[in-house]
């Protein structure tokens, strides 16, 4: 082996006396190294803009964690202040699998029969929190809550009756504005729930429904007026009953803001449910035959009457001549008959 020389290990000695110190805070953050890009290596991610220009000894808490946000409300939702009753549990309905119930009111064979038909509205009257105005007719009422169209149909027809109606009222289905995709949707399935309480009776008259504070005023109008297009189309009366429920007076309706108040909300809709029956009944009734004949005297009273004199005849009836005939010849043998006012016969 060669031998090391003296010179070189002094060199050494005097080359580690000029060199600087290590830095240790370097030499424990090494700087880190680029490395290239590889097929199976997922590519770098990349810092948001908002992280990417700030300083990098700095990061902001708000900005790296994502923020929750709580559900989002509709734009016009709004809390009534009335009070309504605590529900009572029914039984489930066996073709919808919803909550209804139907109830018969006085029922009297000698009265009118009167049926009304729609969805949680009626559940106060069903439960009898609010009395209907007038007892001068038989009332069945028909509650189904959460129903749309298409589920109060069903459910019409599934409903026994103890005899025919002689007028139906039918509040419109509110539900739809839910449960419906489009407004053409909603008018198919109110048109059949039409057809099918018009074949149960022919007199029927529809009730708007309520205003809900926590949908948009545009929304329950374009309802509306699909309900009413689909009614005037079957000759069904449609009466509004928006100008009845003044969104300003927030205690017509209860906290959830979709239904309304026992009261003044409900008592508000029974006058309307009452007055709708009342009148449609008083539209279609027939005129009877006592009153018909009342109009007019019997015979036996009335005056003879005197027939004015006529002034007679100044010129002569013309003169029919027949061919192969004789102006002198008679025709009297030609006809024999009977002369109306009270001639003889010639």
């Known amino acids: 082996m060669p031998r090391r020389g003296r010179r070189s290990e002094a060199a050494k000695i005097r080359w580690r006396r000029m060199d600087p110190e290590p830095d240790i805070a370097k030499l ?3 700087q880190p190294t680029p490395q290239a890009w590889s097929p199976t290596q997922s590519p770098e991610k990349k810092k948001p803009l908002l992280m990417a220009f700030g300083p990098p000894d700095q990061t902001c808490p708000m900005v790296c964690q994502e923020e929750l946000r709580g559900p989002s409300t509709p734009l016009g939702s709004r809390q009534g202040t ?32 009167a049926l009304l038909v729609g969805d949680s509205h009626l559940r106060a009257i069903v439960d009898g929190f609010v009395t209907m105005p007038g007892s001068t007719l038989s009332l069945g009422v028909l509650s189904s809550p959460g129903a749309s169209a298409d589920e109060l149909r069903r459910e019409v027809l599934d409903t026994i009756l103890p005899r025919t109606p002689d007028v139906i ?26 057809h099918t309480i018009s074949n149960l009776c022919a007199n029927v008259v529809v009730l708007d429904f309520p205003p809900r504070l926590i949908v948009e005023e545009r ?18 009366r449609y009466l509004p009953v928006t100008e009845h429920f003044p969104l300003s007076h927030l205690d017509m309706w209860s906290r959830d803001g979709v239904h309304l108040s026992d009261a003044p909300g409900m008592e508000v809709l029974a006058k309307l449910l009452w007055g709708a029956v009342s009148t449609q009944l008083q539209l279609s009734a027939p005129v009877s035959e006592s009153l018909a004949l009342s109009a007019f005297p019997p015979l036996s009273a009335c005056p003879p009457v005197s027939l004015p004199a006529f002034p007679p005849i100044s010129h002569p009836f013309p003169r029919l001549v027949v061919d192969g005939e004789g102006p002198g010849q008679s025709a009297s043998h030609t006809f024999h008959g009977t ?8």
Do not use: I
């Open 169 to 194: 009222c039918l509040l419109a289905p509110s539900n739809n504005l839910s449960s419906s995709t489009t407004f053409q949707e909603a008018g198919r399935d109110f048109d059949s729930l039409l």
């Open 219 to 236: 929304e329950q109008a374009l309802l509306r007026q699909e309900y009413s297009r689909v009614a005037a189309k079957r000759s069904v």
């Open 28 to 30: 424990t953050t090494p």
């Open 339 to 346: 002369v109306v006012g009270g001639g003889q016969k010639s």
């Open 82 to 113: 009335g009070y309504r009753h605590r529900v009572m549990q029914w039984g489930y309905s066996r073709v919808t699998r919803r909550r209804r119930k139907f109830v018969l009111l006085a029922e009297a064979p000698e009265k009118k029969f």
